[in-house]
């Protein structure tokens, strides 16, 4: 199983001098796995008679697999809920069998019941659907393998990538395919109002968790209790999505910790001896809510989900979404990220229990290996034609000759193929780098303290693709380079006109304190009105993602400042610190060294 680090990678530093510093990175071109298209056979063969196979998934080694009623008693009577219930006795006027009645009515909302007859259910209609609306579904066949091995030796926590509803269903439905056990997920309350489907869902193994636990000990600790215990257990592999909710512009969300907090546990409390963490991508051509996110992106509320949307969904039975291809990356071992970073030791000190108050050293942990799970995501992402097709016609508005599309487009497929290398560069310029990096971490997903490696392999593909050339003294951009970055600025230079345009709006902001709600309305308008003079073109600041990244962002940056007030947030301008990040934008102030660079 894979360890820690990427074994196909090097990073050296010639000297520790700033002014004189040789940074070199180099790294193996990555050979990719072979991909089976699973339609394939599901097109000649019946779909009754695969939904009625004989299953019978692998197991963790030495476990007798339990059933849901026995996970529930497991959790009711474990000492860390019974211990919960009788500090919350002690501390209200509830007793504690008021307060096991209630523990056991939110195992009664929580959990799965998952059945096989459920699971064939799926799997005769999945593939139904499926072949109707999808021309192949591609799955590493390596991956497979990997994961077969997997399930067998430790517990296995699944990470795919967010970007549909589709994505937990589909993944259920791979492992059924291929006599993996089908995952325990954990799926938002809100699926519970679809009449029937939350039934179908819950008895497919999704386990439902509310949005948010609002500080009530009680289903947190049944909450966490209830995962762990399927871990322990062996029960089946547990899949959730690091992002929480869908990506609405298929761009990575930045990670949340809750879950991946609890599925460690175990391991630092020594009551399992590894666990396994797969990250897996999934990439579609053509996504099923595309529309969707469009009205929600400009503000649209999101539709309630619901069996009745459903059903009026069913009109994209009639279309065509071209092609997924789902990358099972590799598993990387929990205690292997563990050894030589995090002592178990302190869980020793107090029975396992007893909560404890996470530590900041265990908090930097999980937020790395949180990024780390998700940057394997991106890594085996897999870029369609369409995907570059529409990246070309994005930069040539509002048309272009279909000879020089074609031209463009395959220019760009090389581009995409040679990125992967070595690099070293001046420090004034890292600096900028390291500045625009500040700015744009909620845009982008960023390992934590990896500055100076991203910003090598960003150079090198510049080198490795012939974009510059690096002499002793001088940067000089190759004849070829012009194309390449005039490309690479347009895709960029939509985010940093987005956030000048918000920089200018703050500036033009009366009001001494707002909230996000107030923000949205007013940059909106804002912006509307300088679409329609003519005074802008940036149409991408309307998203709300956008707004919403940039005001996350300027918080964090010190533009603006954020405080607390009964229980709302409201913001404050710091006006010298925006007009001076609107400058540096704008290229119009120097970024500085990277230590500055931050307002």
């Known amino acids: 199983m894979e360890s820690s680090g990427s074994s196909g990678s090097c990073f050296s530093v010639g000297s520790t001098s700033p ?81 096991q009645e209630e523990a056991s009515e939110i195992l009664d909302e929580m959990s799965h019941n998952l059945r096989l007859g459920a699971i064939r259910f799926f799997a005769f209609a999945l593939s139904k659907i499926f072949k109707q609306i999808f021309s192949k579904v591609c799955v590493n066949e390596e991956g497979i393998q990997k994961l077969q091995r997997a399930v067998q030796e430790q517990p296995v926590v699944l990470l795919p990538s967010h970007r549909s509803y589709i994505d937990f269903l589909l993944l259920s439905f791979i492992l059924y395919n291929y006599d993996l056990p089908v995952p325990v997920i ?22 439902f968790m509310r949005r948010t636990f609002g500080g009530n000990k009680l289903y947190w600790a049944v909450f966490s209790e209830y995962v762990k215990t399927m871990l322990r257990n062996g029960y ?58 469009v009205y929600e992106l400009l503000g649209v509320p999101k539709p309630k989900e619901s069996t009745t949307g459903l059903l009026k969904a069913r009109k994209i039975l009639s279309e065509n979404f071209g092609n997924i291809h789902v990358y099972i990356g590799d598993p990387v071992s929990l205690r292997s990220l563990a050894a030589g970073r995090m002592s178990r030791s302190p869980y020793n000190l107090v029975p396992r229990y007893i909560p404890q108050k996470q530590s900041e050293d265990m908090h930097t942990f999980v937020t790395e290996v949180a990024h780390r799970m998700q940057l394997l995501q991106i890594q085996n992402l897999a870029l369609s034609p369409w995907a570059l097709v529409v990246a070309v ?94 490309f690479l600025i347009g895709l960029f230079k939509p985010f940093v006109e987005c956030y000048q345009i918000i920089c200018k709006y703050l ?76 400058e540096m934008l704008g290229g119009k102030t120097a970024v500085g060294k990277p230590a500055t660079a931050k307002l």
């Open 19 to 99: 002014g004189a510093v040789v940074l070199l990175y180099s790294k193996e071109i990555k050979k990719w796995d072979e991909f089976e298209d699973i339609l394939e056979e599901r097109r000649h063969v019946s779909d009754l008679k695969f939904a009625m196979k004989c299953y019978t998934p692998l197991i963790y080694k030495g476990i007798t697999p339990c059933k849901p009623s026995d996970i529930k008693s497991r959790v009711l009577s474990s000492e860390e809920v019974r211990y919960v219930i009788k500090q919350l006795s002690n501390d209200s006027p509830q007793s504690a069998a008021a307060l």
């Open 186 to 207: 954990a799926a938002g309350v809100d699926f519970l109002g679809m009449k029937v489907i939350g039934g179908l869902l819950r008895m497919s193994g999704a386990f």
């Open 393 to 486: 016609l994005l930069q040539n508005r509002p048309s272009m000759h279909f000879d020089a599309l074609v031209e463009k487009a395959t220019w760009l497929r090389g581009l995409a193929r040679t990125f992967g290398g070595l690099l070293t560069w001046p420090e004034d310029i890292y600096g900028c780098f390291h500045f625009l990096r500040d700015v744009f971490s909620d845009e982008f997903i960023f390992f934590p303290g990896n500055a100076v490696k991203d910003f090598e392999e960003g150079c090198y593909l510049l080198c490795k693709s012939e974009t510059i050339q690096v002499t002793t003294r001088d940067i000089l951009v190759t004849e070829k380079g012009n194309t390449v970055l005039e």
């Open 507 to 582: 500036l033009k902001e009366q009001e001494d304190y707002f909230t996000e709600k107030q923000y949205l309305a007013r940059v909106r308008a804002f912006t509307s009105q300088l679409l329609d003079q003519g005074a802008s073109q940036c149409y991408d600041v309307l998203s709300s993602d956008v707004q919403k990244n940039a005001l996350a962002a300027l918080a964090r940056l010190g533009v603006v400042e954020k405080k607390k007030v009964n229980n709302d947030h409201l913001y404050n301008v710091n006006e010298p610190a925006t007009a001076k990040l609107e």
């Open 236 to 293: 089946a592999p547990v899949e959730f999505f690091l992002e929480g909710t869908r990506s609405r512009s298929a761009k990575t969300l930045t990670p949340k910790f809750g879950l991946l907090n609890i599925v460690m546990e175990p391991f630092f409390k020594r009551e399992v001896f590894d666990t396994y963490l797969v990250p897996i991508s999934i990439s579609y051509d053509k996504i099923l809510e595309e529309t969707l996110y």
